[in-house]
């Protein structure tokens, strides 16, 4: 539950600064006790926003402020 209402949170957030940027969930399975947001590039380039691999505890550090991903989308983006 807790990583699914971060992810809802942080691709709300997403979508609210780029409207165009489709968002997509889990897209493939992904890996346990893990948080990540990642970019993929019209040219096929994976650019990570945010891992939360290697954080914690406590708990609360693997999960990003959506603010902080929608900067790292906004800088990859320029």
């Not at 807790?2 to 968002?23: C, M, Q, T």
């Not at 990570?48 to 550090?61: C, D, F, H, T, V």
Request: glycine share 8%; no cysteine.
């Amino acid at each position: 539950r807790v990583y699914g209402r971060n992810a809802a949170a942080v691709s709300e957030a997403l979508r609210g600064a780029v409207s165009h940027l489709p968002v997509d969930i889990n897209p493939r399975p992904p890996r346990r006790n893990s948080f990540e947001v990642s970019l993929l590039k019209e040219d096929g380039s994976t650019v990570e926003l945010w891992s939360g691999i290697g954080k914690g505890p406590p708990r609360k550090l693997k999960f990003p402020q959506p603010e902080a991903v929608v900067e790292a989308l906004k800088s990859s983006l320029a």
